[in-house]
């Protein structure tokens, strides 16, 4: 399996500003992903982080809104910019090993 | 990747087997059924996955039909901490990342 940890865990923010959630993986993996989930809702990926490139991101999802870094094999951030209420979601980090994907634990984003 | 159907909610009885249906009658050949499941405020666990024949892992078994239209995963002696939405997802093989996630069912294993 994949230990991957998450910080914040939870956080709530003021509309207008922004937060920049850390995903660590224990080990190198070659994909790392980001996903939100809105309250009572399922999951939705948000993009792909590219080691070393621009992230990939799907529809709806745009690289001003969201920017992510992805610095090495182990580690990545998803930056939620100028948020309002309509952010406050819980935001996933994914990773594939080997033949399965894992996720972190996520972080709790309350906008007020 | 293939659209799944499952029951919004089911309940099981503590140590009885829960048996968990989901349809995906628009499969194609090249594409996995994978069991994942959301205990509350929690990341998705991996469970499961198949192809075509039955698999069992120390968690689940996964039954799927002949067919490939729909499959069942089974949790043989059910506890509380069970409890979780539980998703099924079709996916082709080497699309990682692209986890369509549906509604799942949500299980409420009761005393």
């Known amino acids: 399996s994949a230990v991957i940890s998450q910080k914040p865990s939870r956080d709530i923010c003021q509309r207008g500003t922004s937060l920049t959630i850390q995903c660590q993986v224990d080990?190198?993996?070659?994909?790392m992903f980001w996903y939100r989930q809105q309250p009572g809702q399922s999951l939705t990926l948000i993009a792909t982080?590219?080691?070393?490139?621009?992230?990939?991101?799907e529809s709806g999802f745009v690289i001003d809104k969201f920017p992510i870094s992805r610095p090495n094999l182990t580690f990545s951030t998803l930056t939620v910019s100028n948020m309002s209420p309509e952010d406050s979601s819980i935001y996933l980090c994914?990773?594939?090993?080997?033949?399965?994907?894992?996720f972190g634990p996520g972080t709790r984003l309350t906008v007020l | 990747d293939a659209k799944t159907t499952q029951p919004p909610s089911m309940d099981c009885a503590e140590g009885r087997a829960a048996n968990l249906p989901c349809n995906h009658s628009?499969?194609?050949?090249?594409?996995?059924v994978y069991w994942y499941r959301q205990i509350h405020s929690q990341g998705p666990q991996y469970i499961i996955h198949g192809l075509k024949n039955n698999e069992t892992n120390e968690m689940a078994s996964l039954i799927i039909t002949e067919d490939r239209k729909s499959s069942t995963l089974i949790l043989p002696h059910a506890t509380l901490r069970d409890t979780a939405v539980y998703y099924c997802?079709?996916?082709?093989?080497?699309?990682?990342?692209?986890?369509?996630f549906g509604a799942g069912t949500q299980v409420v294993v009761t005393p």
């Open positions: 997802i079709v996916r082709v093989g080497v699309s990682w990342g692209k986890l369509q």
């Open positions: 982080a590219n080691q070393g490139s621009e992230a990939t991101y």
């Open positions: 628009t499969i194609s050949g090249n594409e996995y």
């Open positions: 994914s990773v594939v090993r080997v033949d399965e994907q894992f």
């Open positions: 080990s190198q993996v070659t994909m």
